[in-house]
């Protein structure tokens, strides 16, 4: 499996946003409020790839 449903929207307690592979999360895409700095790294966080702003 590959492309957009291969892939998870994790929003932080601190409110970055973050898109991470499922793989990376283990297949856990319940509701997550936190990243391990391990999932971090191999996250991308979507305020560098966008802005502050939102669309």
Known sequence: MGG??????IK??????YVC???VLNG???DRFELSEEEQRQCMD??????????
């Open 28 to 30: 856990d895409t319940s």
């Open 4 to 9: 957009y449903e291969s892939l998870a929207w």
């Open 12 to 17: 932080d307690k601190n409110g970055k946003e």
């Open 46 to 55: 979507i305020n560098l790839l966008i802005g502050t702003e939102r669309w």
């Open 21 to 23: 592979p499922i793989a």
